[in-house]
């Protein structure tokens, strides 16, 4: 199986409809499974990522609305299309709400087959094609191993351009997960020191009897009177750079300490009474308000402004929403490669998931998301399921809309479009027109409601009638 062939799967009790649309749509370039009954027909749309499902509505063991329900829970972005000779109310509108795209009336059109399977194929395509694109963006959009195409974050890449060759000391700022250790090494590595150590240390694992010593060095006795000198981290780091994570959570007595040292170029190791010279780019970082932390005798004001000479804030992912296709792309490729699975990318479902997150853990939480997602998938593109196990709740949101009533009465000769038809003008009328709030009346995407009023003639009549109309029919 490859990303160019989509998958379909034709579930129907009758061998001769099994037989001519499994060839018919093999020619269309689908690989084809065919599955004689509805209980077979659920086996394998839980076990196979399908790009569509044909299936008919009456079968003896299980029925085509049971299927529907099977593709909702097990591949909701699964495409579905009904095939009936009969229509009803009860049954058309629950096809709707399942999410059935479209349906074809026995005996088939093959004209409206062709018409059907061109346009599920093309839009398969269009989708592998912005994956492509939003691929192929990540990798020039990376900036020290950064992305980002919006404002915020190429404002950020051209300040760190600006300060890299000359800043001594920086702040970096931001929420936990948003990435100020690489706005650090992007001021390291596009800075003169490039090529000298860059020393990374955590203040808040460091324990605070020892930190002394870590920081600044230890020179020993022994029992021979021989001493040993251990260096610090600011020795380690000499000529390169220091890069202090989490610096509000420094011990207050080495803090003094800190900033004797980066105001006179040396330190004087624990147990020694002889400075040692250093040459340290020091670039701390905080997720903590250091002006509170300041006002409340818990960091010292020097040191503050001595560290704050020039301050870096990092955005929050939810103020860089533009950023998320292109971040996830980067992260799923990466997932790919390591897990050795050829995954293109994410469904335009399990994207519009991404975008509406609250992202509380920023790029760090979104890059454990689509590795976990990545782990769980075993098709080609991701979908809402395997990013839902990785996602906390999002408030306000729910996998379903309001229930919508079903119409009152069917006539004789009825066919199912009339009925899907008026199903939809009820839920147009029933929210003043709101194409976006119908589709989550009708439990539909935006595109596929778009997709049913033009296929059912609506399109322009919605748009030009939409007072006088619509009143009448609700």
């Known amino acids: 199986m490859t990303a160019q062939q989509p998958v379909l799967i034709v579930i129907d009790d009758e061998p001769g409809i099994l037989d001519v649309v499994g060839r018919f749509a093999a020619r269309s370039g689908f690989q084809v499974m065919a599955c004689a009954g509805g209980r077979e027909g659920i086996a394998r ?9 044909m299936v008919d509505l009456r079968m003896p063991d299980v029925g085509g609305l049971e299927v529907l329900r099977a593709i909702r829970e097990s591949n909701p972005n699964c495409q579905a299309v009904l095939m009936t000779g009969y229509a009803s109310v009860e049954t058309a509108v629950e096809a709707i709400k399942l999410g059935a795209m479209d349906y074809l009336s026995k005996p088939l059109d093959f004209g409206r087959l062709q018409q059907m399977l061109a346009g599920v194929r093309d839009e398969i395509e269009r989708r592998h094609a912005v994956l492509s694109m939003e691929r192929d963006l990540a990798r020039h959009l990376e900036f020290c191993g950064m992305i980002g195409r919006g404002p915020a974050m190429q404002d950020l890449f051209g300040l760190i351009r600006r300060l890299a060759p000359h800043v001594k000391t920086a702040l970096v700022t931001g929420e936990t997960g948003t990435g100020k250790e690489l706005v650090a090494r992007a001021l390291h590595g596009s800075g003169p020191r490039r090529d000298r150590p860059f020393v990374t240390v955590n203040c808040s694992a460091v324990v605070e009897p020892l930190f002394e010593g870590e920081l600044f060095g230890e020179v020993r006795c022994g029992a021979d009177e021989d001493t040993s000198h251990e260096p610090g981290f600011f020795e380690a780091a ?5 890069f202090l994570d989490e610096v509000a959570d ?3 007595a080495v803090q003094a300490k800190l900033l004797r040292a980066l105001e006179l170029g040396e330190v004087h190791p624990v147990g020694s009474a002889e400075p040692c010279p250093v040459d340290v780019q020091v670039i701390a970082a905080t997720n903590r308000d250091l002006r509170t932390e300041v006002a409340g005798g818990r960091f010292r004001s020097e040191l503050y402004y001595r560290l704050n000479s020039v301050e870096v804030k990092v955005p929050a992912l939810r103020d860089r ?8 792309a980067a992260f799923v490729r990466e997932s790919a490669d390591r897990l050795g699975k050829p995954l293109a990318g994410l469904t335009a479902g399990a994207e519009r998931l991404l975008a509406a997150g609250t992202w509380a853990g920023n790029v760090r939480e979104l890059r454990n998301v689509i590795e976990r997602a990545c782990i769980l998938c075993d098709a ?7 990013l839902s196990v990785g996602m906390p709740h999002q408030p306000g949101t729910s ?4 229930s919508l009533a079903p119409a009152e ?15 939809i003008q009820r839920a147009l009328a029933k929210v003043g027109g709101n194409k976006k709030a119908a589709a989550q009346l009708l439990g539909l995407s935006r595109r596929a409601l778009y997709r049913r009023l033009e296929r059912l003639d609506l399109a322009d009549s919605i748009s030009r009638r939409r007072d006088s109309d619509l009143a009448m029919i609700d």
């Open 380 to 386: 080609i593109l991701i979908s809402e399921r395997e």
């Open 250 to 252: 420094l011990p207050i």
């Open 321 to 328: 929403r533009e950023d998320i296709p292109y971040l996830t």
């Open 399 to 402: 996998s379903r809309g309001p």
């Open 45 to 53: 749309v839980q076990s196979t990522h399908a790009d569509l499902v």
């Open 238 to 242: 000499n000529g390169g750079t220091l």
């Open 409 to 423: 009465s069917l006539h004789d000769g009825e066919s199912l479009a009339t009925v899907e038809r008026e199903h």
